[in-house]
């Protein structure tokens, strides 16, 4: 039986790319300065100084080699061991920095041109767009109208949103448009209805995702948004593994926001959970039913969205802490057959300045029953990663990615 899981760590970049200048992010490195700051007491945490970042599991899987690999020295406070697993580190060759171009990428279909974005000014959308989306959506007006942190941007709004039912309109450096409301007093249903209009509107701009963000709360300081996001994603451009998979007879199951990211294409099942606990449980459930020629693709988006948007270093180190100590339950279920792949979709320094995404490499942490304790080296592309995975499932090559199952077999 061949089956395969994808552990996708959103946001944990392992060191900046060479073309990260040209985004901004030069020196980024999320996984490196995470673990220097947790060594060097620069965090506090309720008035203690913690210390090095305890992350066994994923040092014995050969993160800890694979950063080292990708930044050119050891990460800060962390044991050196023998990896116990298959370890490297890829290189993006899509466009841009964002989620999309992460995951499809991955799954063997990178985004070579570029996305549309919307400039950071305020006004930041065209009169066009916003008028169009007043019109059709039916809406009295919009608030926001420029780039902002999404937990911010509710503290400034969310007062004269619940009075005058104008919904809060932002975006960032990533090529999307951000829709928060209030899920009681705007409502979802109302809030899903805007972004699908706004999904339509968008294109004209090749935006790559409208985002719906609700939150609860009736004053600032106790505003809060809630685990309702979806993301309306333009499809990928050609079939990736997951559709490979799913045409082929196999079955997709996708955990938290995977589905969305890829507009529910290939997609046989989508299993929907908040918070990086929750998505383990439902990551070791879908395995515990998973047959042969399965895929399970997690997303464990707190990395992300709680916490390298958030700059938020201590809680960053802590969620990697808490993912570390439930990976024995994943390790000891695994059969014969199981191939575990851990990775990133690009980088979210949460040292680093301002808020959005970073232009890093990844890391590619290979394990299972059959996988042997090799260096991968240098990934010219994280396409590698799932011409490996439709390798080991028996599919019919990708377009783009050379597979490396065989090393992992050595």
């Given at each position: 039986m061949r089956r395969a899981i994808v552990l996708m760590l959103d946001s944990l970049g392992i060191g900046a790319s060479a073309d990260a200048s040209r985004f901004g992010d030069t020196g980024a490195d999320t996984f490196g300065h995470i673990a220097?700051?947790?060594?060097?007491?620069?965090?506090?945490?309720?008035?203690?100084?913690?210390?090095a970042l305890e992350i066994p599991q994923l040092c014995n899987l050969g993160l800890a080699h694979a950063a080292a690999e990708s930044r050119g020295a050891w990460p800060m406070g962390l044991p050196r061991v023998n990896p116990k697993g298959a370890w490297g580190y890829a290189v993006e060759t899509s466009a841009g920095k964002d989620t999309p171009s992460g995951h499809w990428e991955m799954a063997g279909v990178p985004v070579l041109t570029d996305w549309g974005y919307f400039a950071d000014t305020v006004p930041c959308f065209p009169v066009e767009l916003t008028k169009a989306l007043i019109s059709r959506a039916q809406l009295t007006g919009l608030l926001g109208n420029c780039h902002a942190s999404g937990t911010a941007i509710i503290e400034e709004w969310g007062e004269e949103h619940i009075r005058t039912g104008k919904p809060i309109c932002y975006s960032s450096a990533d090529s999307v448009f951000q829709i928060a409301a209030h899920e009681t007093h705007f409502g979802l249903e109302q809030l899903y209805a805007v972004c699908q209009v706004a999904r339509e509107l968008v294109d004209a701009w090749n935006i790559g995702r409208v985002i719906a963000r609700p939150f609860a709360g009736d004053v600032p300081g106790e505003f809060i948004r809630t685990p309702d996001r979806r993301d309306y994603t333009t499809p990928p451009p050609s079939p990736t593994l997951l559709d490979q998979l799913k045409?082929?007879?196999?079955?997709?199951?996708?955990?938290?926001?995977?589905?969305?990211?890829?507009?529910?294409?290939?997609?046989?099942?989508?299993?929907?959970a908040s918070g990086n606990m929750a998505l383990f449980d439902?990551?070791?459930?879908?395995?515990?039913?998973?047959?042969?020629?399965?895929?399970?693709?997690?997303?464990?988006?707190?990395?992300?969205?709680?916490?390298g948007h958030?700059?938020?270093?201590?809680?960053?180190?802590?969620?990697?802490?808490?993912?570390?100590?439930?990976?024995?339950?994943?390790?000891?279920?695994?059969i014969p057959g199981d191939l575990v792949i851990a990775t990133a979709d690009h980088g979210c320094d949460p040292t680093a300045p301002g808020h959005d995404h970073t232009r890093e490499h990844v890391p590619v942490l290979a394990f299972g029953p059959d996988v042997a304790p090799v260096?991968?080296?240098?990934?010219?592309?994280?396409?590698?990663?799932?011409?490996?995975?439709?390798?080991?499932?028996?599919?019919?090559?990708?377009?783009?990615?050379?597979s490396f199952l065989a090393d992992l077999m050595a």
């Open positions: 220097e700051s947790c060594a060097d007491g620069a965090i506090d945490v309720d008035g203690r100084v913690r210390g045409d082929f007879g196999g079955e997709v199951i996708t955990v938290g926001k995977v589905s969305d990211i890829f507009a529910g294409q290939g997609v046989s099942r989508s299993v929907k439902a990551t070791v459930d879908a395995l515990h039913e998973a047959g042969d020629r399965s895929l399970i693709f997690t997303n464990f988006v707190d990395f992300d969205m709680l916490y958030r700059r938020d270093v201590a809680g960053y180190a802590g969620a990697l802490e808490a993912l570390d100590k439930r990976l024995p339950e994943l390790l000891d279920i695994l260096a991968l080296g240098r990934r010219t592309s994280f396409a590698d990663m799932g011409q490996t995975l439709a390798d080991h499932l028996g599919l019919t090559p990708l377009s783009f990615g050379k």
